[in-house]
């Protein structure tokens, strides 16, 4: 992937902002977002800032789409839904300049963000940023349209949910931005939901590492790959608040003292399925069968386990998001209907998979053998397991997540209280 | 203005639709609408579809803008307001899809229309086709999204308001299409206002220089600049309602027949006022002092007329906009205050500008008198008159319009049962 940004000169005085939905959601909040902009200019940063959609237009014009055709071409979608963003980033200009300031809006394409044709998911494949440096020379606010892209054909593309994150970090990292802030409606990246457990904590510093698990298990505060682009590109990426002013989380290099912490913080997502094929026969192609035909119809399969029978037979067991179960089960009865039978398959609706994530795992053994004492005292079963470097993963019935979720949070001393503030803090020069 | 089209093959089995704000207003008229493409393209035509934003989408999108802004930077408002067509194009392209046909949508700067940079009533240079031609040769319906350009830099643009209009005229003279028809909320273009007059009628045909006068009469139907590039380019235009299969208008070269008709039709504008400035010395500056600072400041004059006392002082008056007579004075008592003194000025509002409109006045003598005679039977006093060779303008208070309206369209007896129907139908292909 090449940002031109590799070759361009460090720019201290650049800084990124980007605004989530909620935060640009009426005139008022784009007069809200339009002072801090200005603010950041006046203590002497040159500013761009990277705007998703106005809250609830992506939806209001997809389901406009949606009841047109019930099974729209994606590349009409993109078309429509990048809409919200241009809109966003028009308004946000006319507001900073009505405050005294200069602003310019630029899209995808005028950037120019050149994706992949992955409509609806494109992924960005570089970033030219001369015409947002020719219009921050100027000293105007730049005002990028987030979320969307252009692919080499010249057509619109988007980047996925979220994708605004990643437009933000990805011209952060064009242009070598001190930092990327990311307001949103939260304060920051917690030990755990809020919701879930009250006394959850804002964690001052997070390893992008921990980072990217957080962001693939279910916490929505970042888009998984705009965290891939901050840990690539070195950008520290610091969520925070739009409605305060209060520091929030510093998404960083990994640090020292980061490794004291064994877990960071406990995630969970909901609405997984799982599906266990039994008595396979011994046969190395038999694993291939079966999923082959799940990638080729686009259904993302998570947790993957197998165990052996002492008679040398499998049981294949793997889960998969709740919605694809029906078209995974067709795919299954047309390419392998002699495995997939009905005597052998058996259906698990209704799944959590909770996590507790932390780069200190690496060095610390038994946090597995911890999470599972945490879960039996509560008398949760566990369903899967799936480890990683930094993570655990267990997959349980969804009813147990929230009660899951608060025992792991104080079984691993996450909470207010349980544990000093060391790791708060913006990023120090040496780390970066 | 180089229209790529000059050199392109005439390629009659390409049809340009163009479909208005309601026509477009909601998902069940964007299925209608789509129905109409496929039928078009079902009969042998290559379509090209020109859509406008969905009613009212326009006006929401400036109404966010002018809450954030009182004074908005137009390049903003250009990039803002240009999403409603975008919208539109892309659920038009799905709502053909979902009948079962292939369809894609084209942005103004996928197309490319090039613009001079005159935000919001920018005028197009250039188009390119070779996209749409792409796509056509592909079987596909192409839905462009109107009313937008893009100028040498790269920004979005809009070409003011019925600017669709002209980006379907357009596009049709450069792929050298057969005709382009105008889908809207009315049957075609009428001898008056159906509003204002219950037995107007719908003609059949009208030359181009008539509907030029037309539009810049006050007739709403198509935009002023859309005829101009039809006339030069000769492209039929067929202006039509979308809520039925009648026959609308032909706006086409000017045919012998035309000349039997004295005149075509009556129209009226709204929001005139009127400048007299009195007393003017002998002096051959004394006009382009006046009219020199309004043009600076934008400000469009309309009618003027200068009489010449016997002692050589002359007296000046001229219309513009209600709207802009406080920007005005200001303007000339700024930069000429010396002639624009209280005691010789005189402003009147509230005026209305009624014109008859015909081709056949060039060879027809007596017209502007039988207008006055009609005029002042009714008792209408007349501030100025103004006529070019096709049209006679007078100058009215505004409370008279209707009646002069209905009085001249009476007297020059345009109304049904008035006159035969010589002129209606198709063009032959003589005409074109």
């Given amino acids: 992937m090449g940002l031109v940004a590799s070759n361009r000169p460090s720019n201290s005085s650049v800084l990124v902002q980007k605004y989530g939905g909620t935060s640009v959601g009426s005139t008022d909040r784009l007069r809200a977002v339009a002072t801090r902009c200005l603010a950041a200019q006046r203590a002497g940063k040159q500013v761009v800032v990277v705007v998703s959609a106005m809250a609830g237009e992506t939806n209001r014009l997809l389901g406009l789409a949606h009841q047109l055709n019930e099974g729209p071409c994606q590349r009409e979608l993109d078309m429509i839904s990048a809409t919200g963003e241009q809109v966003s980033a028009g308004l946000l200009a006319l507001a900073i300049e009505a405050q005294g300031g200069q602003a ?51 057509n619109i593309t988007t980047l996925g949910r979220g994708g605004s994150d990643t437009t933000a970090v990805a011209i952060a990292a064009a242009l070598n931005a001190d930092a990327c802030e990311i307001y949103t409606d939260v304060e920051g990246v917690f030990t755990a939901d809020p919701n879930v457990v009250p006394n959850a904590r804002k964690l001052g510093r997070i390893s992008y590492e921990c980072m990217l698990e957080l962001s693939s298990l279910g916490a929505k505060v970042l888009q998984l790959r705009s965290v891939e682009f901050g840990m690539k590109y070195e950008v520290p990426i610091h969520v925070r608040s739009s409605f305060s002013d209060a520091e929030g989380t510093w998404v960083v290099k990994e640090e020292f003292a980061m490794e004291d912490v ?17 008595r396979l026969p011994e046969d190395a192609s038999v694993q291939s069968r079966i999923l082959r035909p799940l990638a080729n119809a686009g259904i993302v399969v998570d947790v993957i386990v197998q165990a052996l029978s002492p008679d040398g037979r499998a049981t294949l067991s793997f889960t998969l998001p709740a919605s694809e179960v029906k078209r995974a089960r067709h795919a299954l009865v047309e390419s392998c209907p002699d495995l997939f039978s009905t005597d052998r398959t058996h259906t698990v609706g209704d799944l959590s998979k909770v996590s507790v994530v932390g780069v200190g795992m690496r060095s610390h053994a038994g946090v597995a053998l911890r999470m599972f004492e945490i879960l039996a005292k509560e008398n949760i079963r566990v369903h899967l397991v799936s480890t990683s470097e930094i993570k655990i993963s267990c997959v349980i019935d969804c009813r147990y997540k929230e009660l899951a979720v608060r025992a792991l949070h104080e079984g691993f001393g996450l909470g207010r209280g349980q544990r000093d503030q060391r790791e708060s803090g913006p990023p120090t020069q040496s780390l970066i």
Avoid: M
Wanted: avoid cysteine; proline fraction near 0%.
């Fill in 262 to 278: 064994v877990v960071a913080a406990v995630t969970a997502t909901d609405n997984e399925a799982k599906i266990t094929i039994g």
């Fill in 104 to 154: 310019v809006s630029l899209l995808g394409h005028q950037v120019r963000i050149l994706t992949d044709s992955a409509f609806a998911r494109a992924r960005i494949k570089s970033v030219d940023v001369d015409a947002v440096l020719a219009r921050l020379a100027l000293g105007k606010v730049v005002v990028v349209a987030g979320f969307q892209g252009v692919d080499a054909d010249g």
